[in-house]
T-cell receptor, first 114, second 112 residues
């Protein structure tokens, strides 16, 4: 069964520094991959998605992610962190079949220091 | 267009009580699902539906029932609440041919 691993339950960066949140998937067939963001006491909002087109995917709020099949990874990056980026980030995968089920990683809480 | 709505926002139950969490969407999405979010565990799929009259179990279905009589509504029923069901519950929906799922704002449930 598909699984998604997010390394680091908490990541702390200074404002203006690079943000790197790690995500690895387990499937031998690359799934569809997603990054969601959750601000405090809110639902999840889609940041970006990989659906087997371009391997470098750009999302909202300056975030991007690169799909690397050889590393089974889909890490999320942002060149310069902003205080408003402080939130919890979830990586998720969906099998490339008729299933619509999303499998989520355990989440990474991003802290941004002034 | 309200998107995905959930009621109530907060609920406290005693062990053994039953209740229904409501979820509705006005986007004519075929696919709807329920997740629970627990600290350090991400979101786990409880039940899902690919259309009116069709439901199936997800990863953690025990203790929960669902039905889908209309395209718009997908209620989640707790038959006999247990403290282990204390969690935040999210409903989501999408078009069958779409990749993106749209999430509701969540229901925070505490079972004492």
């Amino acid at each position: 069964a598909q699984s998604v691993t997010q390394l680091g339950s908490h990541v702390s960066v200074s404002e203006g520094a690079l943000v790197l949140l790690r995500c690895n998937y387990s499937s031998s067939v690359p799934p569809y991959l997603f990054w969601y963001v959750q601000y405090p006491n809110q639902g999840l909002q889609l940041l970006l998605k990989y659906t087997s087109a371009a391997t470098l995917v750009k999302g909202i709020n300056g975030f991007e992610a690169e799909f690397k099949k050889s590393e089974t990874s889909f890490h999320l990056t942002k060149p310069s962190a902003h205080m408003s980026d402080a939130a919890e980030y979830f990586c998720a995968a969906r099998e490339v079949d008729s299933s619509y089920k999303l499998i989520f990683g355990s989440g990474t809480r991003l802290l941004v220091r002034p | 267009n309200a998107g995905v709505t959930q009621t109530p926002k907060f609920q406290v139950l005693k062990t053994g009580q039953s209740m229904t969490l409501q979820c509705a969407q006005d986007m004519n999405h075929e696919y709807m699902s329920w997740y629970r979010q627990d600290p350090g565990m991400g979101l786990r799929l409880i039940h899902y539906s690919v259309g009116a009259g069709i439901t199936d179990q997800g990863e953690v279905p025990n203790g929960y029932n669902v039905s889908r009589s209309t395209t718009e509504d997908f209620p989640l029923r707790l038959l006999s609440a247990a403290p282990s069901q204390t969690s935040v519950y999210f409903c989501a929906s999408s078009y069958q041919q779409s990749y993106e799922q749209y999430f509701g704002p969540g229901t925070r449930l505490t079972v004492t």
